[in-house]
């Protein structure tokens, strides 16, 4: 992964593991479900937003870099099981 | 498209377009929400599998024919913007 | 359904229909696969913001007289089987 | 939340927690982004299984009791509410 993209994924999963740190303070104080709930989507929408930063990174640099060179079946392989995989088809 | 995926896909299309019309034929005669429910999301489902198909039949297509051609950042780009679409992020 | 909500239900399934023929269109005229997922990305949104709409309907009105009425397991059954049916899960 | 529900809840998020700290480790260590991905969806669905258990905790105590009670209006909003974060309509 690029630098820049490589610090900015750690800083989303630090927050990611805080938030659900707090979702497990939560549930052991028994808050009220709607609002763990709640926090459990916000968690859920990071984590997406998160993969689709990682996402961006490969398409943008081991995909041409894999056709180019000599993986290109491959390459495409795994896309096309990456999406099967996230969209739950 | 390939031929083989291309008749596929418009027999999925034939089959969503009847079942959308059955959907309409249900709310239009009152029926019970929560079957009209289960109808539109084995609709949803069937559309987002022939989208699954298209994709697949792109990433082995266009994609490394755009790559090994001069339309990789164009392809690469549309790849980005399709995730990010399909995915709501 | 309510008179309203039906009648927007109706108006928005006859937008879907029109545009899974507009779809089909494309998939016959072999159009580039990405300006067809393009569209097929818009039908489903416009499927899922209907799901809502008719989901809020039911929310309001059969689940409170369901429960009040003597229908509520079956009511309460019914909201976590869509629910389940609806996410994958 | 029930006992036994919350005891499960508490394990699921012990699991989710240990996933995403492996996940952190993976990016630390520059492990190659489609295996990074992977990952992230299975703690994605972790995520997403609790929710619908959560959920469904909710709409077998709470719901009945609030309507039954003085809340129906208030119970009826959240579970609107809850679904258009869930699915991002």
Known sequence: MQEDRQQDA???????EG???????MVEDDKYCVDILRQMYAVR????KLEA?????????????????????A?????VQLYNIAGNH
């Open 19 to 25: 938030h659900v740190a707090g979702i497990r303070k």
């Open 45 to 48: 929408k990071a984590l997406e």
């Open 75 to 79: 390459v495409i392989q795994e896309l």
């Open 53 to 73: 930063i990682i996402l961006e990174g490969h398409l943008r640099t081991c995909v041409p870099e894999g056709i180019r060179g000599n993986r290109e079946d």
């Open 10 to 16: 750690l800083k989303r999963l630090s927050y990611i």
